[in-house]
């Protein structure tokens, strides 16, 4: 099993591009979540979905927008990049609700000029 | 009040030494407690549980004070490996809650 995988695993951006990143989970979890971490800030939830065709907002969702078609993607896009966006992006996944143990994916750093 | 609070460290110990860290939650109807280990610029990786009644895992034993509304991990005869931040995570059980992030607690263990 490769667990949780993110593409891309580095990017660097435009302010005003777009992007889409990419969490795939071969776990079967019904759990998955967008976070992003930035120094001295820890992770901060950027949205959520309890399962397919689902999703939520987290702590920061502005400038982002998710969709969960298929149960072991969860997709995070950027329709504008901003600098602000700049950051650590970590998908993971849990098996069912919040008392549930995560299994986060590598990573992807954006970097947005 | 943040929800769940750590100290962010830097824990400074020399190999061999045992260390522990708390982190405190606000929320008392939390129900599941865990203690995630990052290493620099990687992800967190579950390192374990806690449970009500304690638990060890070799080196590592994690303890939960409801009443106070804390938990902490001891760490005995500390490895240079164990050089990490620390994360605790706290949640509510049951529909949709989504675990809360303490900032993480830096530990180095030097030679």
């Known amino acids: 099993n490769a667990g949780v995988t993110q593409t891309p695993k580095f990017r660097v951006l435009k302010t005003g591009q777009s992007m889409t990143l990419l969490c795939a989970q071969d776990?079967?979890?019904?759990?998955m979540y967008w976070y992003r971490q930035d120094p001295g800030m820890g992770l901060r939830l950027i949205h959520y979905s309890v399962g397919e065709g689902t999703t939520a907002k987290g702590e920061v969702p502005d400038g982002y927008n998710v969709s969960r078609l298929k149960k072991q993607n969860f997709l995070l896009g950027l329709e504008s990049a901003a600098p602000s966006q700049t950051s650590v992006y970590f998908c993971?996944?849990?098996?069912?609700?919040?008392?549930?143990?995560?299994?986060f994916g590598p990573g992807t750093r954006l970097l947005v000029l | 009040r943040k929800e769940v609070e750590q100290d962010p460290g830097p824990f400074n110990v020399p190999e061999g030494a045992t260390v522990a860290f708390n982190c405190t939650y606000s929320n008392s109807a939390s129900q599941s407690f865990f203690w995630y280990r990052q290493d620099c610029r990687k992800e967190p990786k579950l390192l374990m549980s806690?449970?009500?009644s304690g638990n060890e895992d070799g080196r590592f034993t994690a303890q939960l004070n409801r009443a106070s509304q804390y938990i902490s991990l001891l760490i005995r005869d500390s490895k240079l490996s164990d050089s990490a931040t620390y994360l605790c995570v706290v949640s509510l059980s049951g529909g949709s809650y989504i675990p809360t992030f303490g900032r993480g607690t830096s530990l180095i263990v030097h030679p």
């Open positions: 776990m079967n979890h019904e759990y």
């Open positions: 993971a996944s849990s098996y069912g609700d919040g008392g549930g143990a995560q299994y």
């Open positions: 806690v449970y009500s």
